[in-house]
Structures are given as structure tokens and as C-alpha cells.
């Protein structure tokens, strides 16, 4: 960090990285996803910002990172490694009004919404930004800028098949703390730090 003083801001997230095979078979329900709308009606992901974001921070003071990474870590050392899966696609709020289309991630042991919980509580105290009311795991695939039924019905209903399509499991061992650095030319992502799960 160039300048660690109280009046520098950094725009932080928390999140799990994507493994590459995973990846790659989001990037391709992607790329099969995009003929389906005007190019001007989604805002699509690049895919080196595919990731499963836990808590989004906002604007932190560069001189409260170090507390941050104290307290993120506290949290990783006694959580164990989570099996998870990408699977499904879905838009926020709904279908019939898309404002983002995603991939699904979820575990079979319900142990990702209890870790988001914690990151949650963790860091509430860095953040200015409202916490989620209602978690749910995903990768953001697109955003839809004003979005109209007749642009969006094909796309619909082709998320609609892919419903069930699973993209990939793996075991997450880690949590990284990430600055998005915003420009004309789109957000630049900057991995801070990395913490592993279970090692207290």
C-alpha cells in the first residue's frame, strides 16, 4: 500500500477465489449466454472477476486494513475448508425484472452461510456499507441495464434450462481480502491479502 494514511480510502470486498476448472465452465455458459441479448442491454462480468463475494465493504481507511486482516483471519483459522459447488443459473430480484444474471454456488452441509455470518459480524465494524439481509452464494455472471421483458425473455428462459447444470465442485481453502480500484475502463481487482480456513 503506497500511502497508508487515515484520509486514503480503499474500495474492498471479501470473497472466495473461483478455481480455473470452474471457471472455465462459467465462462463458457457465459459466452453461451451473451448471443441471447442486444450487447447494449448487459453488462457482462470479465472473467478474471469471477469470484463468490462474502461481504462487500465499500470505502475502508487504508490506516483500519491491518485491524481488517486481523480480524478476517480470527474468523478463517477456525472455520474448516468448505466444499462447495457452482451450479444453476439465476437473476436478482427475479425473471420477470433482471438486474443480474448469476451462477449459483452453494455446499451440501449448509457451512457457507454460517461463514458469511461471521465475516459479517468480523468486519461490520470496517465498513460504511449496509450487511446482506439475505445471503445468497453466487457468481455474477452479468448486470442488465434497463432491462425491457422483450430483450430479456430468450435469456429467461434459457437460464430457466440451465437451472440444474452443475459447473464444478471444489474444496475452498482460502479467503481473500480485495481492492476493486474503479476507472474508465472498468474495475481492476487486486487481491490484498489471502487467508486459509482451519489452521487455528
Known sequence: MADDSSTE?????????????VRDEIIRVQQE?????????????????FHLTLRFLGDVPADGVEDLKQSVN???RIVR?????AEGVGFFPNPRSPRVIWVGIND?????GDLQKQIET?????????????F???????????????????????????EKRLFGEWTAHEIEIIQS????????????????????
Open 108 to 112: 451440501r452441509e449448509g457451512r457457507l
Open 33 to 49: 449466454l451473451q448471443p441471447l441479448v442486444p450487447p447494449n442491454v448487459v453488462r457482462w462480468t470479465r472473467p478474471d472477476q
Open 136 to 162: 445468497t452464494g453466487h457468481v455474477t455472471l452479468g448486470r442488465l441495464k434497463n432491462p425491457r421483458p422483450a430483450g430479456t425473455r430468450e435469456l429467461a428462459a434459457r437460464a430457466q434450462l440451465l
Open 181 to 200: 480500484e474503479l476507472s474508465p475502463a472498468g474495475a481492476r481487482h487486486i487481491s490484498l491479502a489471502a487467508f486459509q480456513l482451519g489452521t487455528g
Open 9 to 21: 480510502k480503499l474500495r474492498l470486498f471479501i470473497a472466495i477465489p473461483i478455481p480455473e476448472p
Open 122 to 134: 468480523a468486519v461490520g465494524p470496517f465498513s460504511p456499507e449496509p450487511g446482506e439481509k439475505n
Open 74 to 76: 480470527a474468523v478463517c
Open 81 to 85: 475448508p468448505l466444499s462447495l459447488r
